[in-house]
């Protein structure tokens, strides 16, 4: 589909990895800091030149144990929250988006995991929520939280993307802004299978039509297949329960299907011979062509990838070494490999995938580049395990057009100015 | 050392995974609720017994997007926090821990990852922090956390165990009191010897003493080979940045050794030919033995593990089908394979381990049993891939008795009544 990259050739300015030397006149030299200070009082009393000097911090009790009994963040990264569109004015169906740009690694803390809502965030006492599991079964049944947390329990580590991520309007000038709508975490629950397999599935059943507690009542249909695969009941998220934006106390989640099939709040599952057609997956959530059909159930969300650091916003530190690094994932399984170009797209070069590199999660990776100064457009190319190659948006719009919001999986490229300024290259 | 499992034998109670019936009879099995369900309202109409009543929930909006930029838990879960120990009166020089059997998976959210402090938690900026590399090296440097960053990142996943976890005399009633000074986290920064490679290490250097900027100026020596092989400097934990109680802006982390040499808010790095015999490792954290002679410079957190469900203050559901879930760890690489008891000890059962499977991270370990509702006492032993299993408590203290209250890596037996509650075997 796309052109291959040259993972041989060397990116204009790319460091070799055998030796480099980062910091040679970046960092201050110290001369006449001799070895064998016995302190930070003795450090504090040789005052070669005071360059390390004794800080506050050292001269008292600092804040005691226990202060906070559920930690928080520092009050100096009171800046790093969930984004909201800033021309979004309303609030019950709306969205926030991870600050992808001041996160790294693979896990986003539940704190900054992204949010989309159709009818705001219900509260939901888990002792008194039911799930019904019923329709084309042996028996319906009715469970409360402790039926579902007694069947035996799986951790994994899977994304969730929003399918209107970043939508093909909306370019955004952070990477938040322009695919924030994206977050990874450690879920815990049951196997939806073992569930099923459990209450007994009725022979001509192909579909499990999931229903959330919400003011919304947001319906999905999932096919039967995948309910049967890798999907899961969660009601756990990096170790603890799920947070109340993520579902609380219960959600469904259908590792690499678009976001909001992963129904939270879940209280219903009915299975069923055919689809629920339900308002999201008929006013909503299908992709409007060019020809005026619209293509309906375009679950999968397809290998994409975003350089995270530098990104919209920010500005380089200088001429010379900076690590780009960013995020790739794809609903179809393992990322196989992302590639960077630093010259717009014309030539690439094979980034470093940061491990475990996990089905369905987002994977880091890391590419050494020595910045020459002059101004460049930097981007990166998701190639999953199925082979399939992540499109720019000029190649996706060719074939589907601009009529849908969704599932667009297009490159996001980035322009540094001779300044070292970088701003969306769309924008 | 200990007498082997015998994997293939199967556990009293233990449940074939091939087809089980977990919770027939146990949910409420409903009747007359037929398929074809229009939504909430007709849910709601058809009036089947009421089981399933719309909820409040649905009859309203919820909270709006935004509404905490930076997410919180719900409600519902303020008692999940970290444990002080309820006899722990000055809180400087104090812990509090994880609540182990609250959680699940590997990952421990930050807000509930284990504080161990020496005099507090310092407020420092990050803009205002320094790191001093000197002593044998080519020229003494002094880094602002922004040259730090500018390094080529790495994240890894690795556990954090305070030596003194959790005491010899020290048992405690659940699984956080008995084990809760440890938590796993996804770290991120650079590795040590990429930046000590880049500073220039002089011959003759043989350790590389980390100096913390807190009260206590708390100050450990580390084997320049552990420097330069798995050791990091970390500003990075679960995505964000690290929380002020685990160094903010910046640690040292040596995966797999005790917790207290993972130097928090790193000021000064000397590398030095000899250790510094600080008052950290003289009169604290080292092991005085039966003979009187102390252990010092006894880094490695060896394997363990603890099942945290059930554990010590639950209550089993009722006999049937119970997963036992629980942690294992080494501080010498991966687990290889956990052992469950149901009979004391007597007998050992091959549990199943979650993936993925890391070195130095906390391990998952499942295993499905049939409780048959007599009193038993249960417990995990941990191998790692050294071949090294975890002691009893009874084998430890033969060898090392009680004068020293570190490294206690022993076995922890819960208590199952036929009331069902579950108690610590020791207490």
Same mark, same amino acid.
Not at 147 to 153: N, Q, V, W
Not at 310 to 329: D, F, H, V
């Given at each position: ?29 110290l001369?006449?800091?001799a ?22 911090s ?10 906070e009994?559920?930690g928080?963040?520092?009050k100096y ?6 984004h ?27 704190g ?10 219900p ?32 951790s ?21 802004q322009?695919?924030? /709508? ?10 939806l299978?073992?569930?099923?397999d ?17 003011? @919304? ?5 999932i ?18 329960? /799920?947070?109340?934006?993520q ?39 299908t ?15 397809? @290998?994409k990838?975003?350089?995270?650091s ?20 794809s ?7 992302v ?30 580049w ?12 998701a ?7 992540q ?23 980035w322009r540094i100015?001779?300044?070292g ?7």
């Open positions: 589909m796309l052109h291959d990259g040259k993972p041989g050739e060397r990116a204009r300015g790319a460091v070799s990895p055998r030796r480099r030397k980062f910091l040679r006149g970046g960092a201050t030299a001369a006449g800091i070895a064998g200070m016995a302190g930070p009082t003795a450090l504090a009393a040789r005052g070669d030149g005071g360059e390390l000097a004794v800080p506050e050292m001269k008292r009790e600092g804040a005691p144990v226990g202060g009994p559920y928080i963040p520092s990264e009171k800046g790093v929250v969930r909201l569109r800033p021309t979004d004015k309303q609030y019950f169906s709306s969205s926030s988006r991870s600050p992808l740009q001041d996160l790294d690694g693979m896990i986003t803390p539940n900054l995991f992204y949010e989309r809502h159709h009818n705001g965030v509260t939901i006492d888990p002792a008194q929520h039911r799930l019904l599991i019923h329709g084309l079964v042996e028996g319906s049944r009715l469970f409360t939280m402790e039926d579902i947390r007694r069947y035996p329990a799986q994994r580590i899977h994304f969730i993307e929003c399918s209107g991520n970043p939508g093909y309007k909306v370019y955004g000038k952070t990477a938040a322009a695919n924030g /709508l994206v977050s990874c975490a450690e879920w815990t629950g049951v196997m299978k073992t569930v099923l459990d209450v007994g599935v009725k022979p001509g059943a192909k579909w499990v039509i999931a229903e959330g507690a919400d003011g @919304a009542g947001l319906t999905r249909s096919p039967l297949s995948k309910c049967l695969d890798d999907a899961m009941l969660v009601y756990g998220q990096n170790g603890e329960r /799920l947070r109340p934006e579902g609380y106390p219960l959600r469904v989640l259908v590792p690499g299907f678009e976001g909001n099939m992963n129904v939270k709040w879940l209280r219903r599952l009915q299975v069923s011979d055919e689809p629920m057609h339900s308002r999201e997956e008929t006013s909503k959530y992709d409007l062509m060019p020809d005026g059909k619209a293509r309906e159930f375009t679950y999968v969300m397809e @290998a990838s975003i350089i995270t530098p990104s919209g916003g920010q500005k380089m530190r200088g001429k010379g070494y900076c690590e780009l690094t960013g995020i790739a994932w609903g179809h399984g393992k990322i196989a490999h590639d960077v170009s630093v010259d717009d797209g014309k030539t690439w070069h094979r980034a470093r995938l940061q491990g475990p590199v996990l089905d369905k999660a987002l994977t880091r990776f890391r590419f050494p020595n910045w020459d100064g002059a101004p460049a457009v930097i981007m990166s190319r190639t999953d395990e199925t082979g399939y190659i499109p720019t948006l000029e190649q996706l719009v060719a074939v589907r057009g601009v009529n849908s919001v969704y599932h667009n999986n297009a490159m996001t490229p100015a001779a300044s300024e970088v701003t969306n290259a769309r924008l």
